[in-house]
């Protein structure tokens, strides 16, 4: 798809998102408008390492093709995925493993997200697990590799990434084709996506046409190097980078997003301000959030909600009085089942700028009157 359209397309499904300055399309959503539980279409990420493929037109004739270590390969239109195979339906949280990547210091390569490049939506479609089992791996299977049409400048595919055996299996990785009831968009990957949840959105590859089953990691565009990958010991920013020593990212950290009052709110001193968001991720998903509104000096335990699954972010909401008027920072603090707890500064730095899991600033005023 030429630059022209791809431009034109975000624009009038999603006009109010941030849009990079980047050779491909990347937006992310300001934080406020990422309240509702199900995050709406335009509120809703665009994340690219290339062009966008052509539309599908007719989505029953989008073929995948499941080969490699398998005895019995497929090749199916995704209306004969929905036919042959159960349907179901995962709600979980989509972020992009930059998400964060403007607040490291030094600053890295890569699209400067800041807080928005996540979202939570309901993805329906079929278990990889159905389908793997209806091709049989071979005994030698340890992973999975994705290809998608879309291609970078010079005519190169853009991104192959692939899923650990155990991940593709897991009951809720699919091979999703609707998004919040909907067929799923051309922006977010339709006619067919792979939906990873807990894992970083690069392994959710998008327009999906080939599954290979893998008898190693799967070695595709982007999946070597420091690509998506997090350093097993600390990295110092200039030092020299051995790439023997990444690992390829799996579980997100866990984190909240305020997502009310705004940046840049009053709020009058003496009163209370309601502080709320969402908090996800991490092992075994959020289990507490507190909130602070004197930039982390004392903290407060804010309400969370149950999650509507496993994979869905949960809703904090916190009361806390202002005490004088001035400046005003608002911080949320979220720990998982396993008592990993966010950062005040920013996490471990790393030369791509990847899984920054800081609190989250929300600066405002408190006046007088």
Request: hydrophobic share 45%; charged share 20%; with cysteine.
């Amino acid at each position: 798809m030429a630059d022209g359209d791809e431009r034109s397309l975000l624009a009038a499904s999603k006009p109010d998102l941030r849009v990079f300055d980047d050779p491909f399309l990347n937006a992310e959503a300001w934080p406020h408008h990422l309240d509702p539980p199900l995050t709406p279409l335009p509120a809703f990420f665009v994340r690219n390492n290339g062009r966008l493929p052509a539309p599908a037109g007719d989505p029953s004739r989008w073929i995948l093709s499941i080969e490699g270590a398998v005895e019995r390969p497929l090749r199916m239109t995704v209306a004969e995925l929905s036919a042959r195979f159960p349907v179901h339906t995962v709600e979980a949280v989509l972020e992009c493993a930059g998400n964060g990547r403007a607040f490291f210091d030094p600053r890295t390569d890569g699209v400067p997200w800041s807080h928005g490049a996540v979202a939570c939506a309901r993805w329906t479609g079929v278990r990889m697990a159905d389908v793997l089992a209806a091709c049989g791996p071979a005994d030698c299977a340890v992973y999975t590799g994705h290809d998608s049409p879309d291609c970078d400048r010079t005519g190169a595919f853009a991104l192959s990434r692939g899923l650990p055996l155990s991940k593709a299996l897991h009951p809720d990785t699919l091979l999703a084709f609707a998004m919040n009831g909907a067929t799923l968009p051309l922006l977010h990957g339709g006619p067919l996506r792979v939906v990873a949840p807990g894992y970083p959105g690069s392994a959710w590859q998008k327009w999906l046409t080939r599954l290979r089953v893998r008898d190693c990691e799967h070695d595709g565009a982007r999946m070597g190097g420091t690509d998506y990958r997090l350093p097993r010991n600390p990295v110092r920013p200039g030092a020299p980078v051995d790439p023997a020593n990444f690992e390829v990212i799996t579980a997100m950290p866990v984190k909240a997003l305020v997502t009310g009052p705004a940046e840049g709110f009053r709020v009058r001193a003496g009163r209370s301000v309601e502080v709320q968001g969402h908090a996800w991720g991490g092992q075994g998903g959020a289990a507490a959030v507190a909130v602070s509104a004197d930039a982390g000096a004392s903290w407060q335990p804010a309400e969370l909600l149950p999650a509507a699954g496993p994979w869905s972010w949960r809703r904090f909401v916190a009361r806390v009085r202002v005490a004088a008027a001035g400046p005003l920072t608002l911080l949320a603090r979220a720990e998982d089942a396993a008592g990993n707890i966010q950062p005040l500064g920013q996490a471990a730095w790393n030369p791509r700028g990847y899984c920054n899991n800081a609190v989250h600033r929300v600066t405002g005023l408190a006046t007088a009157d």
